[in-house]
Each structure stands twice: as structure tokens, then as C-alpha cells.
């Protein structure tokens, strides 16, 4: 009878799980039909597109992060299939990611179901294409193999591999990981071969990781070294704010203004409760303090970060309970005395509370994202193909956002006024830098120098011309109703002459 009763109740966990990865699988799908991807999402696409496999290693030291994503991409855009794969590869991987954390996380179905749905793995994470969500994916395939790490190391060093590979952010993650590993087989004496094998492709992952990221001399540094041209000073509030953003994300638009501070302090509270719940767990603590340091030196030191930067410290928080499970409590009297009250229940009330907040704005910016445009460069690419423009040579300004167009131009190159010169992806180089300040009278200057024939040239603008027809030029098309990130508007003129 019992074990009836416990098939019956597998059964239904099973079915209860395959229903909420449906589900969520569902919703993304509608929501990515009509999501405009934006000038970051074009960027990798572009690099994986027009580079080869060489260069686009060499490009990383821009870019700031390895190369895994774009080798990932790379199949696709070479083989000539739609912008849009690049998305549904994309969903493929949160999904993914989303049925390990289902099947095989320690939480209870109402934290399962508040995260999955929550802002960053219902939005941020599942429908902007970038590089974080594989940081997602392998963290909860390293969690739910962490028991069986040591029966099965060399597996586990190449997720820790991969995970060195994904972005700059990661690479603490991983680094942290494989001290552990390697402290761990010497305390328990695991020396076999195969735990060997497995630190040597740990800090190999870790070595061919630093090279990509090694800074160009002109570089404008997002990554770990060099200095930083870009953003000068540093940031020490940074870390408040990505934990705000963290716990509750886009609070700015909920929020006003002069209550921002609220926010950051609760955020800051709800962050030492979760911690108190793995304090007496040395291990994961370690595993939770190496990685936030180095995203706190990041934030503070090299680059603040926006949203999807900052919910690297909730996905932390969240693998580093998950893998406390598996270490016993500390038996340092002085812990034991400190922490008799239920830290965890409380930690768990606390956790599901944001969560559910994060589940609302996940709602607002989906309803959002299918009721409106991201980003207006998909309509102004088809307005450019079906009238036939795009055989003309197009100025565009700026370079950052008129990327955003070429995913949907095959064969199109820019002549980007910043650079003056042709392009598709961006190169983040002190040249680009100093072309951010180009003005849009500056632009005509120079295109009329570059290409004196003004009946053979289109202006493509990320911000409308004042006097158009003072200029000569008059307005084609525009799109400036967007809500997206960097609210990617864009206006299109032609030579009155």
C-alpha cells in the first residue's frame, strides 16, 4: 500500500511538473512571436554572422565576455537561417533551464513556481537573447550533479568548463567552484586520475576564458582587465543598487522617485536573511562570497551594470541554497548558538514575498513587450525592404542602435558616420567611443565628404533632425513609439535634391 501511495504520488508530480514547464513554455512562445530584438541581441548575431571562428575569439576583448554564446550561434547565422532562431535557441536554453530547476531543485512548488515565473526567468532571461541565461543553465545542471560530483567529475568539470565560458559575471562563479573542488579532493584525499583530469579542464576553461578577455590596447574595457575608458571613476553604491534591482527588479517604475532609497535598504535586509540560511554551511558560503566578490568588483570597479547584470545576484543566491543542501550544519559552538531561531523558514517567506512582486512585473513588461514594440528596427528594416532602399548607400547614427536594422539585411553594410566607415556589428574601441559625440549636423558634414552625390545617400537617425529641409533632406519614415530598453527609435531621410 505504501508503495502504491508513493508511485500515485510520483505520478502526479511528474504530471504537476510537466504541466508548469508547459505552461511556462507557452507563455514565452506567444510573448517571443511578437518581441522586437534590440541593438544587444543584434550585436551577437552580427559578430557570429560576419566573422569567422578566429576573429571572433580576437573580438571578445571588446565585447567583454567568451565566446560560447556566439560559437553557439554561429551555426545559425552562417547557414543563412532568420534573426528570429537566435531567439527560439534562446528559449530552448530557459526552458532548459527552467525543467532542471522543476525536476531537481530543493524548493517547494510554491518557490518553484513564484522563481520560474518571477521577472528574470519569465522575461528578463527567456526572451532577451543574451548570454546570461546559459549562466542559468549550467549553475542548475552543476546544483542538481553537485551530490554526484565526485562519482562523476570529469562531467561536472565541463559545466564548471562551459560555465568559465559564458560571460564575464560567471567567471567568479566558476573560479570559486573549482577552488572548492580542488580543496575538497585534497581534505578527503581523492587523488584518482579523473579528479585530476577534472581541475586540469576546470583551469583550462579559466585560462582560455582570461585570454579572450584580455583588454586591446584601444579597447573600451568591459571586462576584468585593463582600464576602463568608458566609465571613469568607481561606483560604491553600485552593489545596493544591483541588489535592489535583484530583489525588485525595474522598482523604478513603481516607486517614486525620492523612495528609491527604501528599496535598496529592504533589499539589503532581505539579502542578509538569505544569507543567515547558509552562514552555518562553510562550503556554500565560500562558494556565495568569492562569486559575489567578484560581481561586486565589477559593479563598483569596472561597470555598474544594468537589470540583467544585477539578477546574477538572485540566481546566485538561489544556487548557493540549493547546493547548502548538501553539506551537513557547521559544528562551531558559537554558529549553533547564534542561529537557533528558524532562519530558514523565515528566509523562505521572505524569498516567495519578492518573488511574487517579481511575478507581477513580469506580467507588465510581457503584456508590455506583446502589446508594443522593444525596439523599432524590425519595422524600419521592413519598411527599408519593401521599398526597395536598400541597394542605397544608408549614413546611419548612431552606429550602437542602427545595428539593431542589419540582422534583417543580409548582405547590408552601415556606413557608420561616427567611424566613417562601413559596418555591421560594433567594435567597442576608442574610435567608437569618440563617434558617440558626433552631432547630427556633424553626420551630414560627413556623408556630404564621403559622398558628394547627396540623390544617392539615406540618413538613417536614432534621433530626429531638427530642420530637416534646411539640411535637404526630408523625412521617409519613422518609428518612435517604443518602450524597450534603450528606447530604440529611428527616423529615416532622403536628399531633397
Known sequence: MNVLSGSIKKDKSVIWAFLVILLYSAINIVVLSRHEPWEDEAQ?????????????????????????????????????????????????????????????????????????????MAYEYSIIARNYNLTILLLFLIAALYAKRFQSPVKYSFLIFLLFNTNVHSFFIAFSLTLLFAWELHR?????????????????????????????????????FGDDVYLHGVHYMAPFVAMANAFFPWHTLFIAPGMYIYAVVISFFIFCIVISTIVRKPPALFIFSVSFAGLFYIFVFKYVGFVRHHGFILILLIFSLWISRYYSNSEKEFLNRSFKINLSGISVVVINAFLALSLLCSLRFQYMDYRYKFSGAEEMADFIKKNQLDAQIIIAHRSRKTCALLPYLPEKKFWYAGIEDYGTFITWNVKYLAGTRVSSSQVIRRAGRAFPDKSKILLLLTSPLDFPESDGFRLLYKVDEVFGYSKEKFYLYKSIS
Do not use: C
Open 44 to 120: 551577437a548575431w552580427l559578430i557570429a554572422r560576419d566573422l569567422n571562428i578566429i576573429s571572433i575569439f580576437k573580438q571578445m576583448g571588446y565585447e567583454g565576455s567568451p565566446a560560447l554564446w556566439h560559437m553557439l550561434l554561429v551555426p545559425l547565422a552562417k547557414s543563412g537561417l532568420p534573426y528570429i532562431s537566435e531567439s527560439i535557441l534562446h528559449l530552448v536554453i530557459a526552458v532548459a533551464a527552467v525543467t532542471v530547476f522543476i525536476l531537481y531543485a530543493p524548493f517547494s512548488k510554491v518557490t518553484k513556481v513564484l522563481f520560474i515565473f518571477s521577472y528574470y
Open 188 to 224: 578527503n584525499k581523492i587523488l584518482a586520475g579523473l579528479s585530476r583530469i577534472a581541475v586540469f579542464i576546470m583551469l583550462t576553461g579559466g585560462l582560455l576564458s582570461s585570454l579572450q578577455l584580455l583588454s586591446p590596447p584601444d579597447n573600451m574595457n568591459y571586462g576584468i
